[in-house]
């Protein structure tokens, strides 16, 4: 699945061996340094380094807008399950922050510290924090939207569908999930090929893992969006898993982009790659509808 946040900086080659002017100026410097470079344009403030529990990696960032009352979003990155970082995807949270939406991007515990469903509790427990602590921000006391991208899909599938994640700390998938947002995710992917993914979740076949299970159609509108080739997680997840919510009486609305891949896709949130496809706009159309259109 996801790595981490990646983009293709490479400029032509020169005839010689040594660096290239763009080499000796980009050395050191991931892709995703250079797309936070831009700051989203719009008034907003970033929280970070927020702790909602006790763990290493139990950290999160706000993403503030300066207009109170939106909606809330929080969203959990990709890494397949092993790594990532709130870090990269603040062209994401200060994006939504700049259309009204708080944002949240929590770090929660991966392999090898963490199996299955480790990286589940610990994103409950953020959605906890955002539920007791968002009108500290500006937020109204509303249920956030829950979203994510490749594992981070997964991870904010499984809380949106299989009750019993928020359940067990005190919330309910029915009451406290205003929405579901799901980007390039793997929601019906056995059985598992990788020998990291069969330790990760503990064999290769394993149905209670999957989020296509769950789902029963009382649960909250969901937004799936896939690059129409994903060569990392497959598109199918995506027509499976929206075939499955329409089943089942639930409400979901399915986008294939025909311009970017599984990186691409997230990266288009940054103000120089919008261009790639409509994922900001469709995300904050997909929040004004299941709120009350408070977002600019």
Not at 35 to 54: K, L
């Amino acid at each position: 699945m996801v790595s981490s946040c990646q983009f293709d900086t490479s400029a032509p080659s020169t005839m010689h061996n040594e660096p290239s002017l763009w080499q000796r100026m980009t050395r050191g410097i991931s892709p995703v340094d250079i797309i936070n470079v831009v700051r989203p344009a719009g008034r907003w403030r970033r929280h970070d380094n927020i702790s909602y529990g006790t763990g290493r990696r139990q950290r999160l960032d706000i993403y503030q807008p300066e207009t109170a009352g939106g909606p809330t979003i929080v969203f959990f990155y990709g890494g397949s399950w092993q790594s990532g970082t709130r870090d990269y995807y603040r062209f994401l949270g200060g994006s939504l922050a700049a259309r009204g939406i708080m944002t949240v991007v929590p770090d929660y515990a991966v392999y090898p510290e963490a199996r299955y469903p480790d990286f589940l509790q610990d994103a409950a427990l953020a959605v906890r924090f955002v539920r007791d602590r968002a009108a500290e921000w500006g937020s109204r006391d509303r249920p956030p939207i829950l979203m994510g991208h490749s594992a981070g899909a997964y991870i904010a599938a499984m809380l949106a569908f299989d009750r019993r994640w928020l359940d067990g700390v005190g919330l309910s998938a029915s009451h406290d999930v205003a929405g579901f947002i799901g980007l390039a995710g793997p929601y019906d992917f056995l059985p598992i090929v990788d020998p990291i993914l069969q330790e990760i979740f503990g064999g290769p076949d394993r149905i209670d893992t999957q989020p296509v299970r769950y789902v029963g159609g009382g649960e909250a509108p969901a937004l799936l969006i896939a690059p129409r080739r994903d060569r990392v997680v497959s598109s199918a997840n995506t027509t499976r898993m929206a075939a499955r919510i329409r089943e089942q009486g639930g409400r979901v609305r399915e986008l294939h982009y025909p311009r970017v891949g599984h990186l691409s896709l997230i990266g288009a949130f940054a103000p120089g790659l919008r261009f790639l496809a409509p994922v900001l706009e469709d995300v904050t159309s997909f929040a004004a509808d299941v709120t009350d259109g408070a977002v600019s």
